[in-house]
């Protein structure tokens, strides 16, 4: 396991799965360790993925101050895992609340970037969360699933706030409910650290207007994907993602919930190869919905 070191000296970890150029990959959860983004369905037959143990998971060692947890402190460790790998320039993918670390590396050094794919990405750096009725529009979607009865009152009172977190409604970020999905579902808890994850999004960590301002002068390309079944972040957040960026592309993938890789590998890898490959949509804001 190849490991490196934070400017703090913190001793980071990263996994190399295949070969060929390498594709930065940082796992969201937040705080979940990368194992569960697994070969991302079959992406590492086209590029050597570089997946990151965010300090405190996985195989990282836990930092010495627990403040640097926090999102914006992170985009340090992102910076070093270039410096270790010797890149001039990287193409980046992010998953989920790795997208908002992504957004804030992207901000902080928009001149490292060759291309970025933020996959479901949450854009809480932008200042938007998915708000409880853009999760409730899309769990109806599945009212004709078997566990929806039981599930949909239960993420009704998560969302209202008169419930907590119930393993019961995870079928929503999911597109299918298969025993792949439960399988993966079940690892969460032993691979996401939890006192780091709160201290993720703390106060300080993210300055909408700012990082804004800073997108805006990005060069490189964006790939933007969404679930069509997602509801954190809807296709329509997502594209509000995207329109942050100046050369971005909006892509919803058929029938994809939180996990699209899981739901069509094919399609998946598909869309976002050729994206790094140079055979997206090109400049300017577009749309595979």
């Known amino acids: 396991m ?12 990263h996994h190399l799965r295949g070969s060929g150029e390498p594709l930065v990959v940082l796992p969201g959860g937040p705080m979940r360790a990368s194992g569960y983004l697994g070969d991302l369905g079959g992406l590492d ?4 993925l570089v997946l990151l143990d965010l300090r405190g998971t996985g195989q990282s060692a836990v930092p010495a101050d627990p403040a640097t947890y926090r999102c914006d402190r992170l985009v340090d460790d992102v910076e070093a895992l270039r410096l270790h790998l010797g890149l001039e320039r990287m193409d980046l993918l992010a998953h989920s609340a790795g997208g908002s670390l ?12 060759s291309r970025l794919a933020l996959i479901t990405a949450t854009p809480w750096a932008l200042g938007l969360p998915a708000t409880a009725e853009q999760r409730r529009a899309a769990a109806r979607l599945r009212a004709s699933e ?5 599930a ?13 977190f119930d393993p019961v409604f995870l079928p929503f970020f999911y597109g299918r409910w298969d025993d792949t999905a439960r399988a993966h579902a079940d690892r969460e808890e032993d691979e ?3 006192d780091a994850a709160d201290v993720y999004g703390a106060d300080g960590a993210y300055d909408p207007a700012a990082t804004r301002a ?3 002068r990005v060069a490189a390309p964006v790939l933007v994907l969404a679930g069509e079944a997602d509801g954190g972040p809807s296709p329509a957040l997502a594209r509000r993602t995207a329109e942050a960026f100046p050369k971005a592309e909006l892509a919803v993938q058929p029938g994809a919930g939180h996990y699209p890789w899981l739901d069509d590998a094919e399609w998946f890898t598909r869309r976002v190869t050729a994206f790094f490959s140079g055979q997206g949509q090109g400049q300017g804001q577009g749309s595979d919905d």
Do not use: C, I, K, V
Not at 102 to 113: G, K
């Open 45 to 48: 037959a086209h590029r050597q």
């Open 146 to 150: 078997p566990w929806f009865p039981q």
């Open 2 to 13: 190849p490991d490196f070191s934070a400017p703090d000296g913190t001793r980071l970890a």
């Open 152 to 164: 949909f009152p239960a993420f009704e009172a998560w969302l209202s706030g008169s419930g907590d």
């Open 192 to 194: 996401t650290n939890d």
């Open 214 to 216: 800073a997108l805006a």
């Open 102 to 113: 992504a957004m804030l590396y992207a901000a902080r050094y928009p001149e490292r970037l």
